[in-house]
């Protein structure tokens, strides 16, 4: 597989030399490939490289969830820029006294920090031979947007949506095992349905027995801190969402449920239901 950034260098002057523009050619993707047929999404990539994805969507909506099972499934890295914002504020340094203020009020990171923290990121998963790349909270405004535009080509821009409501629940009641990192929610949604919109169950994702005991809260998770957020999330995603609708990018999907009703709908949207049932098969 083709590297994410085979390429030649772009001169973006935040990028630097660490982010390249890819080079490649958008031809018709290969007929094998299950997750470029049909629909109204432009969905034809350079045949020699893996998807290069994004998913939006506000804070709580389950981007990260999603995201990673869909890395997983593809073979490609589902790099989360909240996740390098928290490595770099777990870094002793400079930096990360300069992030702790900002993160803990809800305000987004300058977009000169977030593309540099993300151009380093990508150039360490081309050292490790990694390709494509599934984006998780990136791009969060429309200059971020544009410098990635201008290096390389986005195939598609999943925008994920739930009600306002069940975000909140839901960023309150997430939780990562300090040990195996993963990721868990104690929150049960139960939102009634009403003005002809249907209504949400979730059942919370309980950690198993070794995990429970280890279980941590993101300092930013506060309701105070997630209203911030939200609010500034609703903010800046309408020119983001225009932008890739406008270049025929753009998939809307409304969760319905949980992960049990999401993945298989989501998997369904995508096209990679059948991929899934193949990959699972050959398992
Ligand atoms: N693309 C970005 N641009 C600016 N700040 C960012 C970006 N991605 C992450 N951050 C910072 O990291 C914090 C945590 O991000 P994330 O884990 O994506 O949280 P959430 O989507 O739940 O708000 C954000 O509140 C913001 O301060």
């Known amino acids: 597989m083709a590297s ?21 050619g958008i031809t018709h993707a290969s007929p094998s490939t299950p997750f470029l047929h049909g629909g109204g999404i432009r969905r034809d990539v350079a045949k020699d490289r893996n998807v290069q994805w994004v998913f939006l969507g506000c804070p709580g909506v389950g981007k990260g969830t999603y995201a990673s ?24 340094g400079p930096l990360s006294q300069q992030l702790t203020e900002i993160v803990n009020q809800g305000k987004l990171v300058s977009d000169e920090i977030i593309v540099d923290l993300l151009s380093k990121r990508l150039e360490a998963g081309e050292a490790k031979g990694e390709s494509g790349f599934i984006l998780d909270g990136f791009p969060r405004t429309m200059r971020q947007a544009e410098i990635l535009g201008d290096v390389t080509d986005i195939d598609l821009v999943v925008n994920l949506k739930l009600p306002e409501e069940v975000l909140v629940e839901k960023c309150l009641g997430r939780r990562t095992c300090n040990q195996c990192g993963k990721g868990f929610n104690i929150a049960h949604i139960n939102l009634k349905g009403e003005n002809g919109k249907p209504g949400i169950s979730m059942d919370p994702l309980l950690p198993p027995p070794q995990c429970a005991s280890k279980l941590i809260t993101r300092a930013d998770d506060t309701e105070e801190v997630v209203k911030a957020r939200l609010r500034i999330y609703n903010e800046t995603s309408q020119p983001l969402e ?42």
């Open 242 to 283: 225009d932008y890739y609708r406008s270049k025929g990018k753009l998939m809307e999907f409304d969760l319905p449920g949980g992960i049990p009703e999401s993945w298989p709908r989501l998997l369904e949207a995508l096209r990679l239901d059948e991929y899934e049932e193949k990959q699972s098969a050959a398992a």
């Open 4 to 24: 994410i950034v085979r390429v030649a260098r772009s001169s973006s002057s935040f990028f630097g030399s660490r982010f390249y523009s890819t080079s490649a």
């Open 69 to 92: 099972r869909l890395s997983s499934l593809l073979g490609v890295p589902h790099i989360a820029t909240g996740d390098l914002v928290r490595e770099a504020l777990a870094s002793s």
